[in-house]
């Protein structure tokens, strides 16, 4: 997803807008995958972000993968990758 405009008709497209947790979600993920090369487990975000469970976790990120923002490689057991890079995503001023 680019942010430029589009050639023919100028239209620019909308900034992909999160929740605080949502954002919070796909930051750890990018974070993590770049600092270890693979993508963390669901203990491992709720550990990280305070999450009471994995759960409450996996919950919270679903509209990520609804939306095309994050995906899943159903031959791994990490299987968590970032489909839209960093400097697409944009908060919600909600609950910031």
């Not at 620019?12 to 993508?39: N, W």
Request: with cysteine; charged share 20%.
């Amino acid at each position: 997803m680019n942010h430029t405009p589009c050639p023919t008709c100028g239209h620019k497209p909308e900034p992909i807008s999160l929740s605080r947790r949502q954002k919070q979600i796909y930051a750890f993920v990018v974070e993590y995958i770049a600092t270890s090369g693979q993508s963390p487990m669901w203990k491992e975000i709720a550990y990280g972000l305070e999450f009471k469970t994995k759960d409450q976790a996996w919950n919270c990120a679903q509209p990520l993968f609804a939306r095309g923002i994050l995906g899943k490689n159903e031959n791994a057991s990490r299987s968590i990758i970032v489909l839209v890079q960093p400097g697409e995503i944009f908060p919600t001023n909600k609950g910031e």
